[in-house]
T-cell receptor, first 113, second 117 residues
Framework: GENVEQHPSTLSVQEGDSAVIKCTYS??????FPWYKQELGKRPQLIID???NVGEKKDQRIAVTLNKTAKHFSLHITETQPEDSAVYFC????????????WGAGTKLIIKP | GAGVSQSPSNKVTEKGKDVELRCDPI?????LYWYRQSLGQGLEFLIY????????KSGLPSDRFSAERTGGSVSTLTIQRTQQEDSAVYLC???????????????FGPGTRLTVL
């Protein structure tokens, strides 16, 4: 079955710098990759997603890139702000199946003032 | 509109007791998920309901865990004979459902923090 690994587990960056979180997956048939953000004490919320037919997707300061050959996808946050501090979860799923989303273990992003 | 709600928000119980956790999904959402999140950990899938189909119970950790969804709406997760390792936040999520080649955003509830003494 699918396995998703997420790195790093904790990432500390200076405010204004960029942050990159990387996930690798094992099932080459996986074709949908969402990212969720969970602020401290709050519920996870979808922030961006990408399908396997595209290599990159952007939404203001966040972007996701996908490398199908290497089976990894990454979340990029530019010009980080204090409100970016949260735990970020990646996930992967094969849409043409009855499988469930497989989640990464999460990355705690700390934005230093 | 109203989001996913869960009750209670906190539950403290003694080892060996049974607990029931409730989830009210967003109206019209046919898919409902239960997850468990231990402190500082990721999301552990427990069970998935989609419309009137048989639920996907593949994530339930033991037969002490069960869930039902009445009338395609409210869901209850029951943990029997609770153990200390069951202590975690239990999150419910709902979505518009899932097609064979589509996936809809999961909207999460605030969670129930379960503490087993």
């Amino acid at each position: 079955g699918e396995n998703v690994e997420q790195h790093p587990s904790t990432l500390s960056v200076q405010e204004g710098d960029s942050a990159v979180i990387k996930c690798t997956y094992s099932d080459s048939a996986s074709n949908y990759f969402p990212w969720y953000k969970q602020e401290l004490g709050k519920r996870p919320q979808l922030i961006i997603d990408i399908r396997s037919n595209v290599g990159e997707k952007k939404d203001q300061r966040i972007a996701v890139t996908l490398n199908k050959t290497a089976k990894h996808f990454s979340l990029h946050i530019t010009e980080t702000q204090p409100e970016d501090s949260a735990v970020y979860f990646c996930a992967a799923i094969r849409l043409d199946s009855n499988y469930q989303l497989i989640w990464g273990a999460g990355t705690k992003l700390i934005i230093k003032p | 509109g109203a989001g996913v709600s869960q009750s209670p928000s906190n539950k403290v119980t003694e080892k060996g007791k049974d607990v029931e956790l409730r989830c009210d999904p967003i109206s019209g959402h046919t898919a409902l998920y239960w997850y468990r999140q231990s402190l500082g950990q990721g999301l552990e899938f427990l069970i998935y309901f989609q419309g009137n189909s048989a639920p996907d119970k593949s994530g339930l950790p033991s037969d002490r865990f069960s869930a039902e969804r009445t009338g395609g709406s409210v869901s209850t997760l029951t943990i029997q004979r609770t153990q200390q390792e069951d202590s975690a936040v239990y999150l419910c999520a709902s979505s518009l459902g899932r097609g064979f080649y589509s996936y809809n955003e999961q909207f999460f509830g605030p969670g129930t923090r379960l503490t087993v003494l």
